[in-house]
């Protein structure tokens, strides 16, 4: 599309970069290719917009285009969400205990199996915990084998494609965004918006929302065992849920709404 404008003399030709898939678990002769293209799109482009910092890190290596990056962070609307008792019940039908949900696609990437290895560490510190996954994936199969293999059957509930995932934000405990990379992430934004404790890998734009210790806690990648610190951690304060909680709502009403996403997307377009 970039090279068509400009063979065509398209004036102004804006690129928005979300991540980079060569930033994704790949053999390196599939990332060479797929970084060759990012660069001759950002290249042909006359602006590009990445929607983190860490995005615009990823393009350090790109030689002659680092003037023309902007960095314009994604916002929401903030969502219509049902109350707790009502999202809880529609989820998970009589089951009262510690929820920790997540959103998101059954891709290795998300993180969905580190996420079941840190519910086997607690399974004897948090007996009424549960990890409520809303989402699917081709990786479906091999995580419901990886369940099995734990006995975690009971307490790890896989529940597929929910429409309108978000609205039910307010039903869990604790949000977990295990990802293993990661350009910024929608959910950690709608899980602010709901007040929702979180735990979150330290990589890509993650950082830019969650704060270690201020707006949430941070842990390594592919790291079980300190997704399952962070929990029991937070199981056993909930006044330290509820304060962090609160503070990343503050951080996300601040710098990820929808109206500061289209104000600086325009000065972008209209420069």
């Not at 004036?11 to 660069?39: S, V």
């Not at 086997?120 to 099995?148: C, F, T, W």
Request: hydrophobic content about 45%; charged content about 25%; glycine content about 8%.
């Amino acid at each position: 599309g970039a090279l068509a404008a400009r063979l065509l003399f398209v004036k102004r030709i804006i690129f928005t970069a979300h991540g980079w898939a060569f930033n994704e678990d790949r053999p390196l002769w599939q990332k060479i290719p797929i970084a060759l293209i990012h660069y001759l799109t950002v290249a042909l482009s006359h602006i590009t917009i990445c929607n983190s910092e860490a995005t615009k890190r990823d393009m350090g290596w790109m030689p002659f285009v680092q003037s023309k990056i902007r960095v314009v962070y994604n916002g929401i609307e903030e969502p219509e969400f049902k109350d707790r008792e009502t999202a809880r019940e529609l989820l998970m039908p009589k089951i009262n205990g510690f929820f920790v949900g997540m959103v998101c696609e059954l891709h290795p990437t998300k993180g969905v199996f580190e996420a079941v290895e840190a519910f086997s560490l607690i399974e004897e510190k948090i007996p009424d915990a549960y990890l409520v996954i809303l989402g699917e994936g081709h990786a479906r199969l091999e995580l419901e084998k990886e369940i099995a293999r734990h006995t975690l059957g009971k307490r790890v509930k896989l529940l597929g494609h929910v429409t309108d995932a978000a609205s039910y934000m307010k039903a869990f405990d604790v949000f977990l965004f295990p990802s293993r990379s990661e350009s910024l992430g929608y959910a950690l934004i709608e899980a602010g918006f709901a007040s929702v404790p979180t735990v979150a890998t330290h990589v890509g734009g993650i950082p830019e929302i969650i704060e270690n210790g201020k707006t949430g806690i941070l842990v390594p990648s592919k790291n079980p065992q300190a997704i399952a610190k962070a929990l029991e951690q937070l199981e056993e304060n909930p006044v330290n849920r509820r304060s962090l909680g609160e503070s990343l709502r503050g951080k996300v009403r601040t710098s990820f709404s929808k109206d500061r996403l289209v104000h600086e997307t325009m000065i972008v377009y209209r420069s």
